[in-house]
């Protein structure tokens, strides 16, 4: 039980912002929230990850409700090389995925 | 960048037989991960593997599976018997010691076992 909501699939046209969302409403004070990406065969990879407050990276940012039950990962500006599967996940030590959002970029 | 590399990329073996994966973790990483992936599943946990012994295992980690670190750079994840189900991605992962609990987990790009 992955323990997180995540739309099914989002679309997006190349080179606009993404707000890809995620509830996570029974997260325990400890839990980090984790973001990963499968894109196509491939293995998943890391994004981006936070605990309390908004975080960024070269890849997207991170912005964390202040009650902590929800987050959304933003890419500012999306790629076609930016479509995956997007997971949110919640915890400490193993990861638990879920089935994340399947992101369409269009040209 | 350093990345975590698996071989062979694909495998295909009989029912029955046994199959070993093989996993090259990050070199400075301390913790180890095995999870599969069923085509159009959920990426699933397998075992987690930290001072030459198993941490963390889930359901489908039964007896035929194990998992072993058997020189300083491998990480290999053997099945023994294998079986139909057993078809699938299989990934393995790292992370480094420092910040257990928020250091990336760095992950290959798979082992595509097919059992026939």
Redesign the interface.
Known sequence: DAKTTQPNSMESNEEEPVHLPCNHSTISGTDYIHWYRQLPSQGPEYVIHGLTSNVNNRMASLAIAEDRKSSTLILHRATLRDAAVYYCIRGRGKLTFGQGTILTVHP | EPE?TQTPSHQVTQMGQEVILRCVPISNHLYF?W?RQILGQ????LV?FYNNEIS?KSEIFDDQFSVERPDGSNFTLKIRSTKLEDSAMY?C?SRNRGQ???S???????TRLTVT
């Open positions: 975590v991960y999870y959920k990426v699933e946990f987690s963390e990934f992962a257990l609990y928020n990336p987990l760095h992950f290959g790009n798979g």
